[in-house]
């Protein structure tokens, strides 16, 4: 289409084809993260999580359990100080098109003058790379998913004229222009309005149907059953057992049986 | 109309204009990034480091403008090795740095006995413009212009969401800097035309002026960019009749444009509090 050529933000070599045999779309093995203060503490503690692909894992947890320092380090965002992460049997960062990241709102400047519509455009930009701009398909992309979260009326309007739940469906909509195998969304229900709630709940379970990945932090327990396939309790920065009566899906529970040894990493 | 033509007569005043034209243009366009990125201060900072620079040329006859370069760009990359570590706080480090950078310039000064020439780097000489002068004003202006368009996505993304870019691969620090050295090759430019001391209103005030008309992007720039050049050629004029400091006279224009803006924004914000229904 363009004339120019693709040169992507990150050159990764690394990429290897064993991708493709790769049985989990998240690999999470023994990861420890520590506080950019060089605090004794850890920000995570030897956490380990599988994700077969195709999966809706929530990661449940008080605030401060590290459920957002994991999405973080699964994207790319921190440093890893002991453990591993791979992404389709890939390091982190090597096939970035395919993980798309929700932040929480407030890790953006909304007064910043851009409209909801360049706002959502900017989930093209992975695959745009340098020099290149969105093209007209790029733009009918993010108009559709606009659409798709109810936001059309409000395509031009500047992003800090939207409200907290259009502002959440705005990043939502983004991350699925990206069009990415991988759904890291921190929060997406948090402080949004009951119509937000239902569009995102909506938008969820069509992606299961379409067969994407999805790791979501929340500390809402009400809606795990039917958003969810199964769930990850986290506490200060570790695995914990579920509450009594919470909620436990299959997925994982199949996947604690030993590793059949295709699985295991060398090294 | 003749008051019009008359100082188009003089050389001097065609390449001073020309000069206001295009350091205005480039600063406001480059300045709407420091107004958004919050960066004013170090817009300032940069002006008053290259004050070393210039004077260390000027005492050995070189190239004013490559010296007050050189002395930019040791700036932006200082601060932007500073700004990555934690021991001091930003704005205190550009603080220490900007006033001990500009204090030794005024040192160097002192030992030459010809404060004649620190008035011009100070306040500006835009009458004293030379051809060459002309020539690296404009090359400055088109490296920046070009460099913001290439760039335009990144610089756009990194100013307002850091975290999505650096999960695509896009490194936000390295987009800092190079903003840095544009922002320090601008400055440079600008202190031929107002000086040392008020180049930080050529970066801020048309920026910070077009930022209370419009909320798009593209559109800030350019209403930046006319703004700019308005007031560089106002400026001029009335520096030729009524025989004041041009660099002043710009400066003043851009924040008449300002205060205007500022009540026009007012009045908009007051009507359509008016028109919602109670």
């Known amino acids: ?267 | 109309m003749d008051w019009l033509i008359e100082p188009l007569r003089y050389s001097f005043m065609q390449t001073a204009i020309l000069a206001a034209v295009l350091v205005g243009a480039t600063c406001a366009t480059i300045g709407v990034y420091v107004v958004l990125r919050r960066m004013a201060f170090i817009g300032d900072a940069l002006a008053h480091t290259a004050l070393p620079g210039l004077v260390v040329a000027y005492l050995n006859g070189w190239n004013l403008f490559g010296g007050a370069v050189v002395a930019g760009l040791l700036t932006a990359l200082g601060i932007g090795w500073l700004s990555r570590r934690e021991e001091v706080r930003e704005d205190t480090a550009i603080g220490i740095l900007f006033t001990g950078m500009f204090a030794l310039g005024i040192l160097l000064i002192s030992t030459t006995r010809s404060f004649r020439d620190l008035t011009h780097i100070l306040f500006g000489n835009i009458l004293g413009v030379t051809t060459s002068d002309l020539l690296l004003i404009g090359i400055v202006t088109v490296i920046t212009l070009v460099a913001l368009v290439a760039f335009h996505k990144e610089f756009e993304l990194t100013s307002f969401d850091p975290i999505h870019a650096e999960v695509i691969g896009l490194r936000a620090d390295r987009l800092r800097y190079l903003l840095l050295i544009l922002l320090s090759l601008t400055v440079v430019t600008s202190i031929q035309v107002v000086g040392v001391v008020l180049t930080s209103a050529m970066l801020v005030t048309p920026a910070a002026t077009a930022a209370l008309l419009t909320n798009r992007l593209p559109r800030m720039m350019l209403i930046a960019a006319l703004i700019a050049i308005a007031s560089g050629v106002i400026g001029l004029y009335i520096s030729f009749y009524q025989n004041v400091a041009s660099g002043a006279a710009i400066v003043l224009v851009a924040t008449v444009c300002f205060g205007l803006a500022w009540v026009v924004r007012i009045i908009k914000s007051r009507m359509a509090a008016k028109t919602i229904p109670a």
């Open chain 1, 1 to 267: 289409m363009s004339v120019i050529p693709f040169f992507p933000y990150k050159k990764y070599s690394g990429a290897s084809s064993k991708a493709t045999a790769a049985p989990f779309a998240v690999d999470v093995d023994q990861l420890s993260v520590g506080y950019p203060s060089g605090d004794q503490m850890y920000a995570l503690d030897n956490v380990s999580l599988q994700v077969p692909s195709g999966a809706r894992i929530a990661l449940v947890g008080p605030n401060g359990a590290g459920k957002s320092t994991l999405l973080k380090a699964i994207a790319g965002l921190l440093k890893v100080q002991s453990g591993s992460i791979h992404l389709y049997g890939n390091p982190v960062g090597a096939e970035p098109q395919r993980v798309a990241y929700l932040p929480q709102r407030g890790e953006i400047d909304w007064r910043f003058p851009i409209s909801l519509h360049k706002l959502v455009v900017t989930g093209r930009y992975v695959h745009l790379g340098w020099f290149r701009r969105p093209s007209a398909d790029d733009h009918k992309k993010a108009d559709e998913m606009i659409r798709r979260l109810g936001l059309s009326a409000l395509a031009d309007r500047q992003i800090g004229q939207l409200s907290g739940g259009q502002q959440q469906r705005a990043l939502l909509a983004r991350a699925l222009t990206q069009n990415a195998d991988l759904l890291l969304l921190d929060e997406p229900l948090n402080a949004v309005d009951s119509q937000t709630r239902a569009v995102i709940a909506d938008v969820l379970n069509q992606l299961q149907r379409e067969g994407k990945t999805v790791l979501a932090a929340t500390h809402d327990l009400g809606r795990l059953e039917t958003d969810y396939d199964d769930a990850m309790y986290l506490a200060e920065g570790r695995e914990v057992a579920p509450p009594p009566g919470a909620f436990t899906g299959q997925v994982r529970t199949k996947l604690a049986q030993p590793k059949p040894t295709f699985t295991h990493k060398a090294g």
